[in-house]
């Protein structure tokens, strides 16, 4: 069973920084492409940013230049650098493992982030 457990959320000014790490249990993190996706009240869950095993990197446009996804293999976890907090930022913020080849999508359980102006 694979679990994903989120921290570092919390409240920050704006312009502020905080780091999330989602560590990951079981044995199929190095293979598996990672993603942090967030959800605000009342919208829809929407994609932040994501790396894949070999550690290529895609963000959404709203986070560009902002926030710095990153894993570390040998720890299986994987780490969203905010830097620059917007209030819109304010959200629920959710980790995913995936594998599609063998059918895997994993999420854990998220952590808020609160972006006070």
């Known amino acids: 069973q694979v679990q994903l457990v989120e921290s570092g959320g919390g409240l920050v000014q704006v312009g502020g920084s905080l780091r999330l790490s989602c560590a990951a249990s079981?044995?199929?993190?190095?293979?598996?492409?990672m993603g942090w996706y967030r959800q605000a009240p009342g919208k829809q869950r929407d994609l932040v940013a994501t790396?894949?095993?070999?550690?290529?990197?895609n963000y959404a446009d709203s986070v560009k230049g902002r926030f710095t996804i990153s894993r570390d293999n040998a720890k299986n976890t994987v780490y969203l650098q905010m830097n620059s907090l917007k209030p819109e930022d304010t959200a629920v913020y959710y980790c995913r493992a995936n594998r599609p080849a063998f059918g895997n999508l994993y999420w854990g359980q998220g952590t808020q982030v609160t972006v006070s102006s």
């Open positions: 790396i894949t095993p070999g550690g290529i990197t």
């Open positions: 079981g044995s199929i993190f190095t293979t598996s492409a």
